[in-house]
């Protein structure tokens, strides 16, 4: 479909001024990304995929490349951090945060920016970069593959553990001015490893900004991957986001996502089983209210034979918020022995919330086992009366079942730190929703 | 214990009530003093638990005539919280599942939540901890049941036990234990039937919804009603469950039926 470009690409795309990277390689695949984003446009509602999500509030809408990144206060960013981890890289608004940032240096596991990846492994980024994350059919991964100049880069040796959680952070600072930031992160897990990667996406201030993430994880046989990707942008900011994951045989990739923010928020996981006997998990949670739209779409593709994928997915919406699930599971020809459980529940706080779920089964292979469940309610009204009968006030008893629901999800987070404070992020989240 | 001059902690008269369109009591008139301890037995659909939902405030219910008051004031107009701060106590004939809140947490919330009403000392986990563990021995619960969900996966028995537990927790002046007996072995029953007696005392009082006279063997009423058709229809004392037990209640029934063709 050719369309106009709106103001929104022609802004973000004019601004481009292309400074080499000092990569050929990389310039050339900057390039073609550009040129793929310049013929694109921004998907409308009358594409399937696109169906349940208006992207006519971020189209309208001018953004500018962060010139320069604001320094937020030591403080602010203290109480972000996450003592447990074993690195941790920071970006403030798209850029790299040396100062903030600590990246140990021990043998099995290299944790880089760019730069210093560029720089320390060549070879390993040209064959790893922009292979997993196809711009060819999403404006947003063009984007994001046309402007990168910044990424946060973990590569794990083979056999090797890591001994805590990566933690990557992404700070918005806020600014009156629209601006655009394209996060990416590149991990690289070799045979037999074991790591735990986080993606934080916080805002430090409001302001509207748009952000396109993208994340490319390759997974080398027998590694466990565990991934943990939460989403607290400024009300008013709009993240358009795509996970691309490959599973080499025997690896096990376990995801936990969560939305909390945005005004408008989207996450496309793609999974692709490249091998045997590939185990996938994935559990999200989107809960947002007042106008915010979260849009999940997961894809598991399941090539092979003997593929194991568990996936829970929770809604909440309150106010007038619109959640979006989407979650494809495709078993093809030959991929016998699939064993795929898929469960969806939404829950709807207020008469004008919205939730649309689509389960989307594609199998063509005959010994499979394939289950899906979805739902969508309200809360449950003897289990409120219950606990009013025990001296609850009304209030607190939505509270807690609201908080019960989602936490469902929060308990799969194996890195209790994170799990914790995000469980106090989502009771008091449900506090403000009531 | 019946006392002369014990105080009336609940007083329904007339009661009228219906679900919907569709009329559930149709005039039940009982007083509850403290130290008393009530049976109301009658078949099923009889709206004896219908009773027993609608004085906690269940809001499935609307009242169409008569009143009730707990301790001289009006109860109908109090909120479900509202009645349980005020010590009034429903044990539920089917305990609900919560996923993803702990026993110990909503044990302590309830608590707490009871205390602030009443101004007593809220307590925190650790606090709290002690008290229910002392608590648990009443029931024969084991600590594992406080990191659970609450009643989820709990069998028949563990969820009844629960309630009581909660029963002790919150100290309640009036309970309302509906059909507590149901779906409980002999054990069981024994345990649950045990933790009730040692929560009755001379300031509180207790009514017993229940299908059984089974239950009567080992708590023993001051006084057995018969309710059926939405109107408690005969009041008796311990003997008049071992008579349902051995009659039925199409009897009572007849007997009610022929006094009011006399009146």
Known sequence: ?434 | MIRAGAPVLLDVRELEASIGDKPILKGVSLEVRAGEVHAIMGPNGSGKSTLAKLLSGHPAYSVTRGSVAYRGSDLLGLSPEARAQAGLFLGFQYPVEIPGVSNAQFLRLAYNSVQAARGAEELDPLEFDDLVREKLALVDMDPSFLERNVNEGFSGGEKKRNEILQMALLEPVLALLDETDSGLDIDALRVVAGGVNSLAGADNAIVLVTHYQRLLNYIEPDYVHVMEGGQIIKTGDKALALELEARGYDWVRAEFDAARAAA
């Open chain 1, 1 to 434: 479909m050719v369309a106009a470009q709106s103001t929104f690409l022609t802004t973000l795309l004019g601004s481009a001024p292309q400074r080499s990277t000092g990569m050929a390689w990389l310039d050339r695949v900057r390039a073609a990304a550009l040129e793929r984003a310049n013929a694109a446009a921004v998907p409308s509602a009358r594409e399937e995929e696109w169906r349940f999500t208006d992207l006519a509030p971020l189209a309208r809408l001018s953004f500018q490349p962060r010139a320069q990144a604001a320094a937020p206060s030591t403080q602010a960013v203290a109480a972000r951090l996450l003592p447990q981890a074993y690195a941790r890289l920071v970006f403030v608004d798209g850029v790299f945060a040396e100062a903030l940032s600590s990246l140990p240096s021990s043998a099995g596991v290299r944790v880089m920016a760019l730069e210093q990846a560029l720089r320390d492994e060549p070879a390993l980024l040209e064959a790893q970069l922009a292979r997993l994350g196809a711009y060819e059919h999403n404006v947003f991964t063009a984007l994001n593959t046309a402007f990168l100049r910044e990424a946060a880069v973990v590569v794990v040796d083979p056999g090797h553990a890591v001994s805590g959680p990566i933690h990557v952070l992404h700070l918005a600072s806020g600014s009156a001015e629209p601006y655009a930031i394209y996060p990416r992160t590149l991990l690289v897990a070799g045979a037999r490893s074991r790591c735990t990667l986080i993606e934080d996406f916080v805002a430090l201030g409001e302001g509207a900004y748009f952000s396109a993430p993208l994340a490319e994880v390759s997974i080398a046989p027998d590694a466990a991957v565990s991934h943990i990707r939460l989403q607290r942008e400024a009300a008013s900011a709009f993240q358009i986001a795509a996970a691309f994951v490959e599973q080499a045989r025997g690896s096990t990739y376990r995801l936990v996502h969560v939305a909390l923010g945005a005004r408008l928020s989207r996450l496309e996981v793609s999974v692709v089983h490249g091998a045997t006997a590939c185990e996938t998990a994935i559990d999200g949670l989107a809960m947002i209210g007042a106008r915010q739209l979260a849009d999940t779409h997961t894809s598991v593709d399941h090539a092979h034979p003997e593929g194991r994928l568990r996936q829970t997915h929770r809604c909440v919406a309150g106010g007038a918020a619109h959640a979006v699930f989407n979650g494809k599971i495709l078993v093809r020809d030959g991929a016998q022995r699939t064993d795929a459980a898929q469960s969806f529940r939404g829950l709807l706080l207020s008469e004008r919330a919205q939730i649309d779920a689509k389960p989307q089964l594609e199998i063509f292979a005959d010994d499979v086992k394939c289950a899906h469940g979805a739902a969508i309610g309200q809360l449950d009204a003897q289990a409120l009366f219950y606990l009013r009968s025990r001296g609850l006030g009304e209030q607190q008893a939505r509270n807690l079942l609201t908080y019960a629901f989602a936490a469902e999800v929060i308990e799969r987070i194996a890195v209790p730190a994170v799990r914790s404070a995000l469980a106090r992020v989502v009771l008091e989240r449900t506090r403000e929703a009531a």
